[in-house]
């Protein structure tokens, strides 16, 4: 392997996006018919955030190298990345077909099912661990996946198997950790992670993942202070190891879009196409700031036989790329024919939903908190649409968020900072209220987190009003239907739950850590009318 070459996979190990993107460039163009610096400059464009392009070298390398399996897993993980999870399904099991015993592939395909189909994920860690009977992380990533299940028996099973190979991995320690906070045990779960983690070393989100239970765990035993440095150090890890893919991204869905679409529709409002020339239904766009009872919520109306929700999935990206956040493709939308709207509209709908656009017996609701920031361009496409915004204390959805241990993506990078995720709150809230100021707006229903805490069905009847339908019985049972579902956000061990007020109020036992964040969110506290 050339000096190139070597030092484009020392940076890459050491996850240096840049120079790893400098050194393997340097190497394709000292030798372009090398594979392996093709090879290594896909990997440093996507640890770069690029993984489109990644995927282009990708395919072709994969077109001149038939049936090579890294090749294949790395396309995989391109595809993830892009959020083609069927794309990268079909990688990971191409190169299981190929190679039964590769590792990396087998652990990728266990790790993307366990969002979809955690049986089929369990049974993928299994085969990793017949692999690697010598690994503790196989069958800790089982008991971890377990929790999430709510599954306390079978993760206690895999943790035993587990603290058998290695008591002390990290994953291990972390597990066990998780399952002392899942069954009220935090001075065991504290025990377990004080001090150890100061000298641990691991992949960054399995440190963050760690760190972020040791805080639950210090908050759960009041010491605030400890929590919150908890918390924050599992932000750190998170911002240092996703730095290179978002600290300057200002693409869409980046606070630097969002600031765009706030400043455009505060200062222009662009006329929708009347209604009578759009095709098909519109949905109901759920909308909020992250941790703002956006799952409690949706969980509720999807107990409902006559709502379909679609739970945290980004369906709006063919209007992102077709409207744009620039002011000068934003000032396009006043001028969009019906054959363009209506082909977004199309467009919409099959992400969305693929087996086409629901009936008319049936309400659809798109929840995806941030979608508040595009109401501007969504009430342009969907002028029939109506929307849900769900409010909660900003001081209380701005720490929660914080305190959270989000997928990683643009918008959520910007939550690992108090200061940042309190600009992210202002620049959300600017962007949906400048919308909703329109003379064009579409109808809203408001919903505070408060208020479906304290008296849910008080706020449900009318939202199912709302909606158009009928009150049934079944949204008061919702939390039967909620724990037969797989919920994706963080908030799933809580929606299961009865419902508890111990939620709000929260941040003002972090004051403290807050104070960087006031000058922001005051002005929003007053004008959402709670109190200081």
């Excluded at 394709?28 to 290594?40: E, G, W």
């Excluded at 959270?404 to 949906?432: H, W």
């Amino acid at each position: 392997m050339s000096a190139l070459l070597q030092q484009a996979q020392a940076a890459l190990n050491a996850g240096d996006a840049a120079l790893a993107l400098q050194a393997s460039q340097a190497a394709v163009k000292a030798n372009p018919n090398d594979a392996n610096a093709h090879y290594l400059n896909a990997c440093a464009l996507r640890l770069s955030g690029r993984a489109g392009d990644a995927l282009r070298i990708l395919d072709f390398l994969n077109q001149r190298i038939a049936n090579q399996p890294d090749l294949i897993n790395m396309a995989g993980l391109c595809r993830r990345d892009m959020g083609d999870v069927a794309g990268a399904r079909r990688d990971f099991e191409r190169v299981m077909a190929l190679a039964p015993q590769h590792a990396p592939a087998l652990g990728n395909l266990a790790g993307l099912l366990a969002e979809t189909d955690p049986e089929a994920a369990l049974s993928a860690y299994e085969k990793l661990a017949a692999l690697q009977p010598q690994n503790a992380e196989p069958p800790a990533l089982s008991a971890s996946l377990c929790l999430t299940l709510r599954d306390h028996d079978r993760a206690r099973d895999f943790l035993a198997r587990a603290s058998v190979i290695d008591e002390n991995a990290l994953l291990v320690r972390s597990a066990k950790a998780g399952l002392a906070l899942a069954t009220g045990e935090a001075k065991d779960a504290r025990d377990c992670l004080d001090g150890f983690l100061e000298q641990a070393r691991g992949v960054p989100a399995q440190l963050a993942v760690a760190w972020g239970r040791l805080g639950e765990a210090c908050h759960k035993l009041d010491d605030y202070p400890a929590a919150f440095e908890a918390w924050s150090r599992a932000n750190r890890i998170q911002r240092q190891s996703w730095d290179g893919r978002f600290a300057g991204y200002d693409g869409p869905r980046s606070l630097a879009s969002a600031e765009r679409l706030a400043d455009w529709f505060v200062a222009h409002d662009p006329a929708p196409l009347s209604a009578e020339h759009l095709t098909g239904p519109a949905p109901v766009f759920q909308v909020g700031f992250p941790r703002s009872g956006t799952t409690l919520l949706e969980q509720m109306l999807d107990a409902h036989p006559g709502i379909e929700t679609l739970e945290e999935q980004d369906a709006i990206g063919p209007i992102i790329q077709a409207v744009g956040d620039t002011p000068d493709r934003l000032a396009r939308l006043s001028s969009l024919g019906a054959e363009e709207i209506n082909a977004l509209r199309a467009a919409y709908w099959r992400a969305a939903r693929p087996a086409g656009p629901p009936d008319g017996a049936h309400v659809f609701i798109d929840k995806y908190p941030m979608n508040l920031v595009w109401l501007g361009p969504l009430m342009r496409v969907f002028p029939d649409a109506k929307i849900i915004l769900c409010l909660r204390d900003p001081r209380d959805c701005v720490f929660s968020a914080f305190q959270q241990r989000f997928a990683v993506n643009p918008e959520m990078y910007r939550t690992l900072e108090i200061g940042e995720c309190a600009r992210l709150y202002d620049t959300a809230m600017r962007a949906g209220q400048a919308a909703l100021a329109s003379d064009h707006a579409v109808p809203v229903h408001t919903v505070r987190y408060e208020d479906v805490v304290a008296d849910y069905r008080g706020v449900m009847a009318p939202l199912i009003a709302f909606l158009g339908l009928d009150w049934d019985e079944a949204v008061a049972g919702y939390r039967e239907k909620a724990e037969t579902k797989r919920i994706k956000t963080p908030s799933a061990p809580q929606v299961v739950k009865p419902l508890y007020a111990s939620s709000i109020g929260k941040w003002r036992k972090y004051d403290f850590a807050l104070e960087p964040a006031r000058s922001v969110l005051d002005p929003w506290v007053e004008k959402w009318g709670y109190e200081a």
